[in-house]
């Protein structure tokens, strides 16, 4: 938990006792409640992505993601339309940059609850940050606690922080999205915990999608859900093109079991399939009638290595 600043310890809990005695409050009730607000903890997650997956520097990083959209396997301008939920990929972005500028190209400013799967394989099964500030290069953002209390209430997920202290697969969509709007704007990050495209999971993650999309519908500021995940993983291109392609195909008929019985059928190798079934049933939940396949490329097509590519899509709902 190195990573992890706290801020208020026990000599503000002393103070909070001091100052409920001086103030003659002597009920546990009230004495409960100045200790709950002067020891408040402030979790501040630093970056864990930046230097590996993307630049470090701020500038650097800025003219990094402003290469993505201008790349020629990027967008090359941008065109809003009112998404509702977002698949966008999570590799380093000097691979994966120009495939996901493609989603972020056409999203407006929003809240953003950001769905990814856990990579380090520690946390529980459906892990969620309920407050604090993750940094990076390009400024400090908010969970919206709020809304993570909302989900936490539903016990469908589980508020566990070491889940998300070295992931990376929330983390690489928050530059992209400061690029575009600045820092003001709150998420929420889940880290899904998936080993197999079961019945098990698919359940799972049909709870969560709907609970997600319940609690937005009732938020008064516009939200968008994105769902975080690469495609096959170190297969030769024709390999992954097909593969991921019929996998594509489900996704924008908006069929998480259909998905998930292509993924188990074909053994596809995408690290996300928990976190994309789950933004499904969200987008539905949220109104979403179609899927749009924005940009689909591989790694191979930026390093013209073909023999071991990892794949990458960028699809929105609206």
């Known amino acids: 938990m190195q990573n992890i600043i706290e801020i208020f310890r026990e000599k503000k809990l002393f103070l909070a ?25 402030i979790l501040i997650r630093p970056p864990a992505a930046a230097g590996t997956f ?21 967008p090359n301008g941008m065109k809003t339309k009112n998404v509702k939920a977002a698949v966008v990929p999570h ?14 190209s056409r999203m407006e400013k929003a809240n953003y609850l950001i769905v ?14 309920k407050a604090g500030m993750w940094k990076t290069p390009l400024g400090d953002l908010v969970i919206a606690s709020d809304v993570a209390e909302k989900l936490i209430n539903t016990r469908i997920v589980e508020y566990d922080v ?20 600045g820092s003001n704007f709150k998420f929420v990050p889940i880290a899904i915990m998936n080993d197999f495209a079961d019945d098990l999971l698919l359940d799972s993650c049909r709870l969560v999608g709907k609970a997600i ?13 994105l769902a975080s995940t690469d495609f096959s993983h170190y297969v030769p291109q024709e390999m992954a093109e097909k593969n991921d392609r019929g996998v594509i195909k489900t996704i924008l008929k908006l069929d998480e079991k259909d998905f998930f019985d292509k993924v188990a059928e074909k053994k596809v190798s995408m690290c996300g399939f928990g976190a994309v079934a789950t933004v499904m049933v969200a987008a539905k939940g949220l109104g979403a009638r179609k899927a749009e396949l924005l940009k689909y490329a591989t790694s191979g097509d930026v390093t013209q290595d073909l023999t ?11």
């Open 116 to 129: 990814g799967p856990n990579h380090t394989g520690i946390g529980s099964q459906f892990a969620i940050m």
């Open 17 to 41: 006792k001091i100052f409920a005695e001086q103030a003659k409050i002597y009920t546990k009730t009230a004495i409960s409640y100045l200790i709950t607000v002067f020891c408040m903890t």
């Open 213 to 225: 999309a319940s609690i937005i519908k009732k938020q008064k500021e516009k939200w968008v859900v």
């Open 162 to 181: 070491l889940a998300h202290e070295h992931e990376h697969s929330v983390e690489v969509q928050l530059p992209f999205l400061q690029y575009r709007f």
């Open 91 to 104: 590799a380093g972005y000097e691979y994966s940059g120009p495939v996901a500028a493609w989603a972020y």
């Open 54 to 74: 993307y630049n470090l520097n701020q500038e650097y990083l800025k003219k990094q993601i402003e290469s993505s959209f201008n790349h020629k396997l990027g």
């Open 308 to 318: 071991s590519v990892v794949g990458y899509a960028s699809i929105i709902f609206y």
